[in-house]
């Protein structure tokens, strides 16, 4: 069946790059997604990606999709204090109205 | 419109009572989605609505679990004999906006669920 895996934690020092990396198993995705949830806080998307493009880019946020290998990653550029969060990636597919599949989450620790 | 509405933030009960969550979605959008999220974990599907139907209900929901949309506007979640293991964040989303849909999901901030 489908899946989405990321990796659980991710650390990086301030001002650095942060690139957030997730696995999805079913090709025939229409969109992806990135949510990113602050503690105690809902779920607020990012960004999203159609799945015909490979790449996207919005401010510090730049996104990759590599169909070939089944690959999304996020990057943040100049990581700040207010991006420590659990960054979650997930899929969607047009003919199932768009329910999505989730991954774990992987939880940005910003270093000072 | 003020996004997704929530409502109550939190609820604290004793184990065998029932409770009910409500949604209030944003006004245009036509699907509206429950999930559960425990600590650690991303969010797990529970139920689905397009407009007033439930289209689609997760084989691991319990029968304790129901949902409805009567009008096709908020939706309420009730869980029946709570348990503690349903201790969790109950979240609604919603999507489907008209001539701009892209799947995206608005969440609202949750219902934390708390049985002793």
């Known amino acids: 069946g489908e899946d989405v895996e990321q990796s659980l934690f991710l650390s990086v020092r301030e001002g650095d790059s942060s690139v957030i990396n997730c696995t999805y198993t079913?090709?025939?995705?229409?969109?992806l997604y990135w949510y990113k949830q602050e503690p105690g806080a809902g779920l607020q998307l990012l960004t999203y990606?159609?799945?015909n493009m490979d790449m996207k880019q919005d401010q510090r946020l730049t996104v990759l999709l590599n169909k070939k290998d089944k690959h999304l990653s996020l990057r943040i550029a100049d990581t700040q204090t207010g991006d420590s969060a659990i960054y979650f990636c997930a899929e969607s597919y047009m003919d199932s109205n768009y329910q999505l599949i989730w991954g774990a989450g992987t939880k940005l620790i910003i270093k000072p | 419109d003020t996004g997704v509405s929530q409502n109550p933030r939190h609820k604290i009960t004793k184990r065998g009572q029932n409770v009910t969550f409500r949604c209030d979605p944003i006004s245009e959008h036509n699907r509206l989605y429950w999930y559960r999220q425990t600590l650690g974990q991303g969010p797990e599907f529970l139920t689905y609505f397009q407009n007033e139907a439930q289209l689609e209900k997760s084989r691991l929901l319990s029968d304790r679990f129901s949902a409805e949309r009567p009008k096709g506007s908020f939706s309420t979640l009730e869980i029946q004999r709570t348990e503690q293991g349903d201790s969790a964040m109950y979240l609604c989303?919603?999507?489907?906006?008209?001539?701009?849909?892209?799947?995206?999901?608005?969440f609202g901030e949750g219902s934390r669920l708390t049985v002793l």
């Open positions: 079913d090709s025939s995705s229409t969109y």
């Open positions: 989303a919603s999507s489907g906006r008209a001539g701009a849909d892209t799947g995206e999901l608005f």
């Open positions: 990606i159609f799945s």
